[in-house]
């Protein structure tokens, strides 16, 4: 596969080695072969990576094995997931959840990306539900910032939503983009 395929979420072998795309970024030189510059995760140790690639590197794609699993806890540096039907634990370091904790609450369903029977990351469902437990007051008339204000949800996770929204509510957020879709 080209590197210029390579999305986030992926997973590719370069020097016997096995990576996770953090980040995917082309860029076009002048009377140049373009390059692409890739953020990973090296799978082995967890430690992140940057990669220069010229725009004409094959690399090879590795196909991951997606196993559903339910979120437990966290510890702060490492997360807790347990396998919906065989009930065996995993866990996967700070490094390789990165902004998906913001996303992640106990008894949350995931999928786990495994290989070779080892976890090698998560996939998010594309919507949760989370409480609002900060929220700036919001004043009838109060339009000037397109009558959005900031909320701050139970997993620390800052979210632009319509005035409405208060400390208490639940509200659906898209793991994609990070905005607010709806009030429950």
Do not use: C, W
Not at 91 to 115: A, P, R, S, W
Not at 120 to 137: F, N, Q, R, S
């Amino acid at each position: 596969m080209n590197v210029l395929d390579l999305k986030e979420g992926n997973v590719f072998e370069y020097e016997g080695k096995l990576y996770i795309v953090k980040n995917s970024t082309h860029i076009v030189q002048q009377q140049r072969r373009g390059i692409v510059k890739i953020k990973a995760v090296e799978i082995d140790t967890g430690k992140g990576v940057e990669f220069n690639f010229r725009s004409d590197l094959e690399v090879n794609l590795i196909i991951l094995e997606e196993i559903p699993l339910t979120f437990l806890y966290s510890d702060g540096k490492t997360y807790y997931f347990m396998d919906n039907l065989s009930y065996e634990q995993y866990n996967l370091g700070e490094e390789t959840i990165g902004d998906k904790k913001f996303y992640l609450k106990e008894n949350i369903e995931v999928i786990g990306l495994f290989y070779k029977g080892k976890i090698i990351d998560i996939k998010l469902p594309l919507v949760v539900e989370l409480k609002v437990i900060e929220a700036e007051p919001g004043y009838k008339g109060d339009t000037v910032q397109g009558g959005k204000k900031k909320v701050k949800v139970e997993t620390g996770l800052i979210v632009q939503t319509p005035l409405f929204i208060e400390v208490g509510d639940i509200i659906k957020i898209d793991t994609r983009t990070g905005e607010y879709i709806t009030r429950i």
